[in-house]
């Protein structure tokens, strides 16, 4: 267990009295659920916890964080999206007082070589202001800086495609490696396929640790016991040519299994779009409000039998699903797109159901009956998997693997072409620190 070792290490409790200070530039949807299980996380492991949110954010959030509304907000032209790569050019060679409210916060953290900074953000320009603040700073009074990587940031996740962005990526990374304490900022990456794709582009490692996930604890038997049969759908900005036939997929799903009901959770799609789908659905499904606060979101999936996730594979290929990891944590039937993240988690005990091969309401259909034919069964070995799939994708574990990090002094500079596929070397590196972290 990764725990006892940092504790052998260090001769005291996981975190050995160090600071964790997350900085929360996004606090929506699964960005809170994170932030949320980081504030139970440092309490278990004995580490002081400080998140730093924007000022602007809603009161009553910060106070369920216990989060310091204290910084301000990223500039717009900061984003990832393609029409933002000039402004961002620009932004290179500009002065660095753009950030001076978080500098400000930091300093106030009194951080030294044994404390903690994560951006569950990752954004170029952040890569290049931190790694001069960091160059700033003495020895002794160097902080370890972790940056997330869920994937979205260097892939446009509709076609698998890397975006203009990943050259931005790359411009920060080589002027991080040029300065003085590099070596205590660390990339993270949500999946292994991600870490060796972000170590080519990035000519920097990348460590793979398992997402972050807050989870709900399952009622007592729940998925094992049902009998009712309900469906649980979430649609998103993935879901493609689905959101279209969602329809259809209900109604012959329902004349197949006649006593089937369905809940319905939409919260990504355009308002238009929305308002479209809840229209012509409003007689079939259950239709949950956009935005739900945590328990009733966990409540609502924790009332279906089956978790029904209409998504197009492509999105999925290299990067986690949040919903993905909080069903199988609940203990829940899963129905996801095939060649995925989700199907390969499946195939190695990380989750128990069924896969589609073709965004299409045949394939859907087939996998969907076919799981709610074997809902009992199924059921049954996903509630008994689910403890492990919550150890393994946790804000616990998280951080754990961060304090063992932030104990090593790993060769960050793997020097490679951009364009180059990641070769052997790569692959075994990383994959024998991942082996040995585990």
């Not at 004349?255 to 799609?269: C, G, K, N, V, Y």
């Not at 966990?298 to 993905?324: C, H, Q």
């Not at 993240?341 to 069924?354: K, L, R």
Request: hydrophobic letters at 45%; charged letters at 20%.
């Amino acid at each position: 267990m990764i725990r006892s070792k940092i504790a052998q290490l260090l001769g005291r409790s996981a975190g050995g009295g160090a600071k964790l200070v997350v900085i929360a530039y996004d606090h929506a949807g699964h960005y809170f659920h994170e932030l949320l299980g980081y504030t139970t996380a440092a309490s278990v492991l004995g580490i002081s916890l400080r998140i730093i949110a924007a000022k602007l954010v809603d009161p009553a959030i910060a106070a369920q964080l216990h989060a310091e509304r204290a910084i301000d907000s990223l500039p717009h032209t900061w984003g990832i999206h393609p029409p933002n790569v000039v402004d961002q050019l620009v932004a290179f060679a500009d002065e660095q007082g753009d950030l001076a409210s978080l500098w400000s916060a930091l300093d106030d953290c009194d951080l030294g070589s044994r404390d903690m900074v994560l951006f569950p953000i990752s954004r170029p320009l952040i890569i290049v202001r931190v790694g001069a603040w960091i160059a700033r700073r003495a020895s002794r009074r160097r902080p370890n800086v972790f940056f997330r990587f869920t994937g979205g940031e260097l892939i446009d996740r509709p076609t698998g495609q890397t975006n203009s962005a990943t050259a931005l990526f790359r411009l920060a990374c080589s002027d991080l490696n040029r300065r003085h304490g590099q070596d205590r900022v660390f990339l993270l990456a949500d999946t292994m396929p991600l870490s060796q794709m972000m170590t080519r582009v990035c000519c920097r490692r990348a460590f793979p640790i398992s997402a972050p996930i807050y989870h709900a604890l399952p009622a007592r038997g729940s998925s094992a016991s049902n009998t009712a049969q309900t469906v649980y759908v979430h649609l998103n900005r993935y879901s493609g040519r689905l959101t279209g036939q969602l329809y259809e997929i209900i109604r012959r799903v329902s004349m197949a299994e006649p006593s089937t009901s369905f809940i319905l959770h939409s919260r990504d799609l355009s308002g238009e779009a929305r308002i479209a789908l809840e229209s012509q659905l409003a007689s079939h499904v259950d239709l949950l409000p956009a935005e739900q606060d945590t328990p009733e979101y966990f409540a609502n999936i924790s009332r279906s039998t089956i978790v029904l996730l209409a998504y197009d594979a492509e999105a999925y290929k290299i990067s986690t699903s949040g919903v993905f990891v909080e069903a199988a944590g609940l203990g829940k039937v899963v129905v996801a797109p095939g060649a995925t993240w989700m199907a390969e988690q499946m195939a190695n005990g990380g989750g128990v159901g069924t896969t589609f091969s073709e965004p299409t309401a045949e394939s859907v259909v087939t996998a969907l009956l076919q799981a709610l034919r074997d809902s009992h069964r199924l059921g049954a070995l996903a509630y008994s998997l689910a403890p492990q799939v919550r150890q393994a994708n946790s804000s616990e574990r998280y951080i754990e693997r961060m304090i063992a990090l932030s104990r090593q002094k790993p060769d960050m500079q793997l020097i490679y072409q951009l364009g180059e596929e990641v070769d052997g070397a790569v692959r075994n590196a990383v994959g024998i620190w991942w082996r040995d972290l585990r």
